[in-house]
């Protein structure tokens, strides 16, 4: 069997799932380690699989955002961010385009340098890399190495033609369609990117490996043997780049696990207090617009007196504590994969993770996007039925009362189907195919 290296960016969201497909993998006979940054060792441990010390960007996320040791720099492009998800979809897209130059190809030379200690020292057959993790990716085809590419959120994150780009949703919700004119600048100062990025990544193959090809579109450099999605295959998904092989696995969520004693004390509570429970969560980066949260909670607890409401509220569960009661529990973090079998319904940001979790546990979902591919994920669950979608920017009373009514109408009877189809695939499918269709490791010459 061969020897694999999973290589994840320090961000928890993507550590994850990442570390759920290592298990996967070694679960099926492989040689597995999983290489991250030093503060993520235990999802090593838990998956079974060994660790490999390695920090691959600036930036870091190990639960909650705010909480996590960051640079001066990056704490205040978080700042920014949060900041702007408020003022509207482009603008937070805007946003973090412009911090995309900081961030996405700090150290080139030093991912480089140690991508290559880690294939001379432990020689894998092939490697496994987030789609976002570019100087990662950049890295592995200078150096000639075998990988597959994991893709994280929207398989649109693997771009797919001439006019898709990196940073603007292939879609949008209804909700939050921009004007044209909006469009048009969110497109041009994505253009700037693609361009300046694939300049970057074209002097960086010319002076390390002249020898390998350079990439057309540094955004669409992938592995050319295989893409594992976390997400499901929806039909009306634009057609990926010709070459992989693309692996819809559908979910990236490990093995149901009970709850543990204090939260299922806790969720036995609620029922007895409320017929319906929300869990509601926007993410380890979103739990700082606690604005959202509290509207969110407050108007389920003023439209909906059968429910009560789970809240992960970050590192502003101190600002929310005038919520909790009897039928509002407020946490920095929650089991939110645990939990979800334990609830009626989710109101997320439309993250993939929570999206995908949500199908796989049958649970309906209104979705609040606030940033990067949640518009094109929100807008995949609202075309799928799986979901309702609000502007957080806009939420006014009894929206979110009104729209949990709807969910348990129009979109509960829906979902038993998709936890089925989800059921069918999964990480251990991912890793099966993967192990079927990646090539060994090249003999020396």
């Known amino acids: 069997m ?77 700042a920014e961010f949060v900041q702007a998800t408020g003022k509207g979809a482009v603008e937070a897209l805007v946003t973090q385009a412009r911090h995309r130059q900081a961030d996405m190809l700090a150290d080139p030379d030093g991912v480089h340098a140690a991508l290559r200690a880690v294939d001379e020292r432990l020689r894998p057959d092939w490697f496994v ?20 590419t994991f893709c994280p959120g929207h398989p649109t994150y693997v771009l797919s033609g001439p006019g898709a780009l990196f940073g603007v949703p292939y879609d949008w919700p209804d909700v939050l369609r921009p004007e044209p004119s909006q469009l048009a600048g969110l497109r041009s100062v994505a253009e700037t990117n693609d361009r300046l990025f694939t300049e970057l990544f074209t002097a960086f193959v010319n002076g390390r490996a002249p020898q390998a090809p350079v990439p057309r579109r540094a955004f669409a450099l992938t592995s050319p043997s295989a893409v594992v999605y976390a997400y499901p295959e929806v039909p009306w998904l634009p057609a990926p780049p010709h070459g992989p092989a693309h692996l819809f696995a559908g979910h990236m969520t490990g093995p149901a696990e009970p709850l543990s004693a204090e939260w299922a004390r806790q969720m036995e509570l609620l029922r007895a207090r409320s017929e319906r429970v929300v869990l509601v969560a926007l993410g380890t980066f979103l739990s700082a617009r606690d604005d959202v949260l509290r509207a969110v909670v407050s108007d ?30 407020v946490r920095p973090t929650v089991p939110q994969q645990r939990l979800l079998g334990h609830v009626d319904a989710m109101v997320h940001h ?37 979901g309702l979608v609000l502007d957080p920017n806009a939420l006014a009373r009894g929206d979110v009362a009104k729209a949990l009514e709807a969910l348990d109408v129009n979109v509960r009877p829906r979902m038993a189907g998709w936890a089925r189809e989800l059921g069918r695939r999964g990480p251990g499918w991912a890793a099966r195919h993967l192990l079927a269709t990646m090539p060994g490791r090249a003999p020396a010459p």
């Open 2 to 78: 061969p020897r694999i290296v999973v290589v994840s960016p320090p961000f928890a969201s993507h550590a994850a799932p990442l570390s759920v497909l290592a298990a996967a993998l070694g679960a099926r006979g492989a040689e597995v380690y999983f290489a991250c940054a030093p503060a993520f060792e235990e999802l090593a441990v838990r998956a079974g699989v060994g660790f490999v010390p390695l920090t691959v960007t600036r930036n870091a996320n190990t639960g909650v955002a705010e909480a996590t040791e960051q640079a001066t720099d990056e704490a205040a492009r978080l």
């Open 129 to 148: 890399v987030d789609q976002l993790s570019y100087p990662v990716t950049l890295a592995l085809h200078c150096l000639r190495l075998a990988y597959a």
């Open 300 to 329: 389920v607890l003023e439209g909906c007196a059968d429910t009560a409401v789970v809240v992960a509220a970050g590192d502003r569960t101190g600002a929310l504590a005038d919520l909790a009661g009897e039928r509002v529990v």
């Open 350 to 386: 439309g993250g993939g993770n929570s999206f995908t979790e949500c199908l796989r546990a049958g649970v309906p979902a209104l979705v609040l996007p606030l940033s990067s591919d949640q518009f094109a994920i929100a807008r995949d669950a609202e075309r799928a039925g799986v």
